[in-house]
């Protein structure tokens, strides 16, 4: 067979795995005639963006339920309807085309209202962190050339300094806790004046601009137009969605994951149930309460739900929970372990980039095996695991995680680029393979401490401080010094009502680890800072000296 034969045969048995897989799934069902016309024709109009599946999802089943928020639920038609009028409205008030569409909002259907929109108008939609200062946000609009903003009420501070720098900025209110009086701008005001009309075609394709988690620095946009059908049925190998089920996403909708988990949803025609602000037991009742098959969190969200008390999680049964999908951060181990024991195996955790997409899937067996895995690469993705000089290193050994998969990356907004290495991306990450094939994320790849001549990765040490049954949380990094060059501090946060002196936490330490791993100085602190993806934020830690 010749090598043009060889290729096609492959890609013809590759078609139809998506497509099986694609139909087993339930994402694609049978429909009259004149809903497929009607699928064509939004194809050609909107093009195949990250938002295109909602308009897809509202003629395959128009009057489901959508969304649900504290405000009621929405049908796939009425989200249609609504971002159809809010797009003619935003035009309205911005006195002609927007390139950049700023969303500063939680999750519930101003942000969805807006993303839609901006999908409408062919424009970029960039999601702004919640967590932001307001001079980190002025700097990343500025950057971006955003001169509208949609956002919620509660951040009226925030934006203020880009009130200041961004000259002719439009204001609007995604979501208002009450009115907000005459002559206030707001995505339901707007939609409510332009119900029934419809914008334009736009000229082009609308896009997402995604940052970068940005927990050491200024965080990048990355521009990313969404992926294949063969990139979504790799994920639905490993992830058992089911088209037209119930997802709670409890995920911050600006993260990547969190987003990610948005589109799967309206990719799937599965009703998104969410709230604005994240709550352990109400995430539990939501769950109950809609039946809902699949729940979307960050790590932390799991963990804060493992440390309520027992009778508290007696109350609820998550028996209609096939899947607990988590990325963004390492999970806690024990976290992981306890949600499976109480709840089912139904945990798994995925290894993503904002630049890459899905890269693995840790399925319950995964974590069973090794809790804190980041399990096996998705079909059509590759990992290798290489030393400085590009050169695969031995199974086992911790290298430079580089990825090639399928999921496109448009590129930084800024101009940045990622550096490849034989068509891998290099992801930033360090990691190792077992003899299984699964992956471990050790850490950053310039997050390496080298102490005394000694490379050290925190988060080997902070997995066994993790472990030590006082401690609810910790992170270890390096700070100066003049002998060693730099030196190990752990900041930790402890359980209710728990003591822990710093000599016995090293002792701990000492006690499975090398001597150079132990930390010298320990912080204890009420809670760790965080951002809203749940990531700890290392620049807002206090500088180690008050140590325990």
Not at 252 to 262: R, T
């Amino acid at each position: 067979m010749s090598d043009v034969l060889a290729r096609r045969f492959a890609g013809l048995r590759t078609q139809l795995w998506v497509f099986r897989m694609l139909v087993s799934s339930r994402m694609l069902v049978l429909m009259s005639p004149a809903k497929y016309v009607r699928l064509v024709r939004i194809l050609r109009e909107q093009g195949t963006n990250a938002t295109t599946s909602f308009a897809l999802a509202a003629v395959r089943n128009p009057r489901g339920t959508a969304l649900v928020d504290e405000l009621g639920s929405l049908t796939w038609q009425e989200l249609q309807d609504r971002s159809a009028a809010l797009a003619v409205g935003i035009t309205d008030v911005a006195g002609g085309p927007v390139e950049t569409l700023a969303i500063l909002c939680r999750n519930h259907r101003g942000f969805v209202d807006s993303l839609l929109a901006n999908s409408r108008l062919g424009g970029s939609a960039l999601l702004l962190n919640t967590g932001f200062s307001g001079p980190q946000l002025a700097d990343v609009m500025e950057r971006e050339g955003a001169r509208v903003i949609i956002y919620d009420e509660e951040f009226a501070g925030v934006v203020a300094d880009a009130r200041a720098r961004v000259a002719g900025l439009v204001e609007i209110l995604g979501w208002t806790d009450a009115d907000p009086g005459p002559g206030t701008l707001t995505a339901e005001g707007l939609i409510a004046k332009h119900a029934g009309k419809v914008p334009p075609r736009p000229v082009t394709s609308g896009r997402v601009v995604l940052l970068t988690s940005g927990t050491t620095g200024t965080p990048k946009g990355a521009r990313r137009s969404g992926g294949g059908a063969d990139e979504l049925a790799s994920m639905l190998e490993r992830i058992p969605w089911r088209g037209e089920e119930t997802t709670v996403v409890a995920a911050p909708m600006f993260h990547a994951w969190g987003f990610g988990q948005l589109v799967i949803s309206a990719t799937m025609t599965c009703t998104v149930v969410t709230r604005r602000r994240f709550d352990p037991e109400a995430t539990l009742a939501l769950v109950d309460e809609h039946r809902a098959a699949g729940l979307s969190v960050v790590p932390v969200m799991l963990e804060r739900i493992m440390d309520l008390p027992a009778g508290t999680l007696d109350r609820y049964s998550l028996a209609s929970l096939r899947f607990a999908s988590a990325s963004g951060s390492r999970m806690k181990p024990q976290s992981v372990v306890a949600f499976m024991d109480r709840f089912g195996d139904v945990v798994h955790n995925s290894y993503n980039a904002t630049e890459a997409g899905q890269i693995s899937v840790a399925q319950p067996a995964d974590l069973r095996h090794a809790a804190d895995t980041a399990g096996r690469p998705v079909r059509g993705t590759a990992i290798r695991i290489v030393d400085d000089a590009g050169v695969d290193v031995p199974t086992g050994t911790v290298g430079r995680i580089i990825v090639r998969g399928a999921s496109p990356f448009d590129g930084y907004t800024a101009g940045a680029e990622k550096d490849f290495i034989d068509g891998f991306m290099v992801s930033g990450d360090v990691g190792r393979l077992d003899e299984g094939g699964r992956l471990y994320v050790v850490g950053r790849d310039d997050d390496m401490i080298v102490s005394g001549g000694e490379n050290v990765y925190p988060i080997e040490v902070e997995k066994v401080i993790g472990a030590h049954p006082a401690v609810r949380e910790v992170v270890v990094i390096g700070v100066d010094d003049e002998a060693f060059g730099q030196r190990l501090a752990a900041y930790v946060a402890l359980n209710d009502g728990a003591t822990l002196a710093g000599d016995e936490l090293k002792t701990h330490v000492k006690a499975q680890l090398a001597g150079y791993k132990v930390p010298r100085e320990v912080v204890v602190l009420d809670a760790l800072p965080r951002n809203a993806s749940g990531k700890i934020t290392v620049r807002d830690l206090p500088a180690a000296g008050g140590a325990a």
